[in-house]
């Protein structure tokens, strides 16, 4: 997402917070959430998948959830302990590691997804 995007879209949820009292962290949350639905829905991904947005700057961030392991049998969920040392030293066998990763066109697809989630409740009210 663009920086001008994010800072507008804080800027919309500081106005809803405001006009509608619906807490910002909640609807930052409840963002969140729908980016990861979105991102495992358009990724075939069965990964633990976390987004994370700062609540200041609108910035996104995607990460892949790793548990640490002696022998890897699932790429997608498992990090071995030689490679997470290369993250950092200090993890050990049983942690898990965030390891951000960067979708293509995930912003343009997570919009898409947010305006037709919206368009569905919306009608229902």
Same mark, same amino acid.
């Given at each position: 997402m663009?920086?001008?995007?994010?800072?507008?879209?804080?800027?919309a949820?500081?106005?809803?917070?405001?006009e509608?009292? %619906?807490?910002? !962290?909640?609807?930052?949350?409840?963002?969140e959430n729908? =980016?990861v639905? #979105?991102y495992?829905? *358009?990724?075939?991904?069965?990964?633990?998948v976390?987004v994370t947005?700062?609540k200041d700057?609108g910035?996104?961030h995607?990460?892949?959830?790793?548990e %640490?392991?002696? !022998?890897?049998?699932d790429?997608?969920l498992?990090?071995s =302990?030689?490679? #997470?040392?290369n993250? *950092?030293?200090?993890l050990?066998?049983?942690?898990t590691?965030n390891?951000?990763i960067?979708?293509k066109?995930?912003g343009r697809i997570?919009?898409?997804n947010?305006k037709?989630?919206y368009s569905?409740k919306?009608?229902?009210s």
């Open positions: 663009k920086t001008t995007d994010s800072k507008e879209l804080i800027s949820l500081e106005e809803l917070e405001k509608r009292g %619906i807490s910002k !962290e909640y609807m930052l949350e409840s963002l729908a =980016l639905m #979105a495992k829905r *358009n990724f075939d991904s069965a990964e633990n976390k947005m700062d700057t910035e996104v995607v990460y892949s959830v790793k %640490i392991v002696d !022998e890897v049998e790429q997608n498992q990090i =302990l030689e490679d #997470a040392k993250i *950092n030293k200090k050990k066998l049983g942690d590691v390891i951000e960067i979708p066109n995930f997570a919009a898409r947010g037709a989630n569905t919306s009608k229902r």
